[in-house]
């Protein structure tokens, strides 16, 4: 099971730390992603990073604003979000998959239930 926290409502400019929790075993040969989904739109990638943390992968549109992060002692997978915009604004899930790190949704089996995150300009 996968439980994504720490959204909340922040203004333009701001940061939040999300997090995700696994729970079960064997979370270290897992591949995490964060997705986001805003209103009326398809869900989208965010970033991915690999089961030994060694390999990361941005969209274009958080790069050098958001830092994903793991701890495999801990099972959990880490979000840090700052200059935070409107447009990212959405439900933000994580999911874990074994396949090759991809920006597919069809690569992550395992998903947890969202937490909002929405910026106020």
């Known amino acids: 099971q996968l439980q994504a926290s720490g959204g909340g409502l922040v203004q333009a400019g701001g940061s939040l730390r999300l997090s995700c929790a696994a729970s079960?075993?064997?979370?270290?040969?897992?591949?995490m992603g964060w997705f986001r989904q805003a209103p009326g739109k398809e869900r989208e990638f965010v970033v991915a990073?690999?089961?030994?943390?060694?390999?990361?992968d941005y969209a274009d549109s958080v790069k050098g604003r958001f830092t994903i992060s793991r701890d495999n002692a801990k099972n959990t997978v880490d979000l840090q979000m700052i200059s935070l915009k409107p447009e990212d604004t959405a439900v933000y899930s994580c999911?874990?998959?074994?396949?090759?790190?991809?920006?597919?949704?069809?690569?992550?089996?395992?998903w947890g239930q969202g937490t909002q995150v929405t910026v106020s300009s």
């Open positions: 079960g075993r064997a979370f270290s040969n897992y591949n």
């Open positions: 999911a874990a998959g074994r396949d090759r790190l991809s920006r597919s949704t069809a690569t992550y089996g395992y």
């Open positions: 990073i690999s089961w030994n943390g060694f390999t990361t």
